[in-house]
């Protein structure tokens, strides 16, 4: 696992000057300039070039790009205006197998070796459940690859691939199909041994029901949490970092086991051991110095 802070994720449209100026400020530990979706057609020549310029410049925050998916013919440009100073990982959107993986990789080698860089060093973030097809891929096989750094997913480009109009009820809560690709993106990348990332909350100026999506986010096992607006990523970084009680009882429930003889120990009338163990030692990891 990654001990890097992943936190918040912060999507920043790569035609916007304005925001990505805005975004050095932001306090996100990982910035993904977008040169997909949140880029129309028009603007994507002019992009490419902004942001090939803006990597070579320092951030205080890790920088990732999200590129044009594998079969949109766009690819290759973005790779090749990014690649001169390469972000840290590439975000592949639609990534719809490990297949997919292993052709970014194949593409990412040979730019690499052109341009005087080690093979291997450019990781990937795939968008893993945008398609019914890479739902259902995500559920049967393992996507581990040495460029992986974490799994993502998406809620908004699968409801159109399937052709529902909703993803959640009417208390906010993601419904069925949803709720799965969720499930498995945690899953596949725990499996994996990467970094979990939980998709974006589009209602941005709902802080309250963000902030509860973030603690529940936090408590189901991700690591981090995808950011659209910089008024979501102090609410991010809070309910992803260990409460000074949280990380009181894990130092416990470590000192505790360390001096049981037989593994197990007790803490406030509960049975303490190994699945405790390892929950302190996560809570520990991500204690922000
Ligand atoms: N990154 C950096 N800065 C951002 C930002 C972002 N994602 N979103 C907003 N800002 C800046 C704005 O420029 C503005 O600053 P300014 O007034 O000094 O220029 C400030 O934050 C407040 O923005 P606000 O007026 O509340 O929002 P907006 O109407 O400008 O933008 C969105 C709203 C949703 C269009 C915008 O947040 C956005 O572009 N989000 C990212 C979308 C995206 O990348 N989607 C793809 C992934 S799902
Ligand atoms: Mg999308």
């Known amino acids: ?23 050095q400020d932001c306090q996100a530990d ?7 979706d949140s880029v129309p057609a028009s603007g994507k020549p002019a992009a490419r070039k902004l942001l090939g310029k803006i990597l070579g410049q320092p951030f205080d925050s890790r920088k990732f790009v ?9 690819i290759d440009e973005d790779l090749d205006a990014i690649m001169h100073t390469p972000p840290e990982a590439i975000v592949l959107p639609k990534c719809e197998s490990q ?3 292993q052709r970014l990789s194949d593409k990412l080698d040979q730019l690499e070796a052109d ?17 019914a097809r890479a739902v259902r891929n995500l559920m049967r096989s393992d996507w581990s690859h040495p460029r992986l750094t974490g799994l993502t997913w998406g809620a908004e480009d699968i409801a159109a691939d399937i052709g529902s109009f909703g993803n959640r009820d009417e208390n906010g809560v993601y419904t069925g199909v949803y709720q799965l ?6 899953l596949a990348a725990r499996e994996a041994r990467v970094d979990a990332i939980d998709t974006a909350f589009v209602d941005f100026k709902d802080q309250p029901r963000f902030a509860a999506e973030c603690a529940a986010s936090y408590k189901a096992g991700f690591d981090g949490k995808i950011a659209i607006h910089p008024a979501q990523v102090p609410t991010i970084n809070k309910a992803f970092t260990p409460s000074e009680e949280q990380a ?17 120990a007790e803490l406030n009338g509960q049975m303490i051991d190994m699945p405790h163990r390892k929950n302190a030692e996560r809570i520990l990891r991500s204690v922000v110095s």
């Open 30 to 36: 990982i910035l993904i300039f977008d040169l997909e």
């Open 181 to 186: 690709a969720r499930d498995i993106c945690l």
């Open 1 to 23: 696992m990654q001990q890097l802070p992943c936190r918040s994720l912060l999507f920043v449209p790569g035609d916007s000057e304005r925001k990505i100026e805005k975004s």
């Open 115 to 131: 341009r005087g860089h080690a093979i291997g060093t450019v990781r990937i973030l795939p968008v893993a459940t945008e398609t």
């Open 99 to 101: 297949c997919d993986i």
């Open 248 to 264: 009181a009882w894990a130092r416990q429930v470590i000192a505790l086991l360390d001096h049981a003889d037989n593994g197990v």
């Open 66 to 74: 999200r590129v044009n998916g594998l079969n949109t013919g766009l």
